[in-house]
């Protein structure tokens, strides 16, 4: 018995209207998400891995084509979906507490003041932050506000959850100490994820799968299964002679649809 999908997307077609006419970003992208698996979206820059997101997200509508989460057609945010943005610093409220922040979404969502609270806590612990609940974002450093941003996303305990370039606005260690983060907190929280990254290293050491998108008018240039052992660490893994072949061959996808780059 095949299993449902957690993320159907068919036929995604996406255009703008500029002045000089109509853009074509999106031309028939088509993939499925499953279960448990951690996917990455990668590309040309300008190929629509945003786009996507944001309509499976439920925030942007496509010109056709469909997104459904978990069997249901998306037409507005789903439910049991969070989403991390690569901008923390926009994303957290500057005037609640680090505990505020994460409890707003829960509150607002009608998750009882107690419940929301131990679910803060947890989360938090999740990602190494106990004992800074009572502190504003401000006083905490970019990685952190991230893992605060990552935190708040896992305790509204999503069933898929969604980031955009999430580790991109931080240095290169605090971005492997982030990556390391991922993993455990899919199988702690039992979570399906779907991230956008440009970096083909960070895509290939974090996914089941690894998709890549076409210059726009984009369509899936090809799906890459990832057959990384786990435990996965930024030694070992990043030696292993399969993390090698992989990265080259999703590197290779990307740069040869780049115009203008050769392979």
Known sequence: MSVEPVVRVRDLHKIWATPDGKNIALAGVSFDVHAG??????????????TVLRIVAGLL?????????????VNGPPEGVAMVFQDYSRSLLPWLTVLG?????????????????DRARHALAS?????????????LSGGMQQRV??????????TLLLMDEPFAS???????????????????YAVTILFV????????????RVISLTPPPSVVGDIVPI?????????????????????????????????????
Do not use: W
């Not at 509508?61 to 057609?73: D, F, K, S, Y």
């Not at 990602?127 to 006083?139: D, F, T």
């Not at 931080?170 to 100490?177: C, H, I, S």
């Not at 990254?197 to 089941?208: F, G, K, N, P, Q």
């Open 37 to 50: 698996q951690i996917t990455a979206l990668v590309g040309p820059s300008g190929a629509g891995k945003t």
């Open 61 to 73: 509508q496509p010109t056709q084509g469909t997104a459904e989460v978990a069997g249901r057609r």
């Open 101 to 117: 922040n994460l409890m707003l979404p829960m509150r607002a969502n009608g998750v009882p003041k107690a419940e929301a609270q």
């Open 127 to 139: 990602v190494g932050l106990s004992g800074r609940e009572r502190i504003h974002p401000r006083q």
């Open 149 to 158: 941003a990552i935190a708040r996303a896992l305790a509204f305990q999503p």
């Open 170 to 188: 931080v240095d290169a260690q605090t971005r492997m100490d982030l990556e390391d983060l991922v993993l455990p907190l899919r199988d702690e």
């Open 197 to 208: 990254t440009h970096d083909i290293d960070e895509a290939v050491y974090l996914s089941d």
């Open 227 to 263: 057959d990384l052992p786990l435990p996965r660490d930024q030694v070992t893994t990043k030696q292993d002679p399969r993390f090698a072949h992989h990265r080259e061959h999703v590197l290779s996808l990307v740069r040869t649809s780049t115009p203008g780059v050769p392979a």
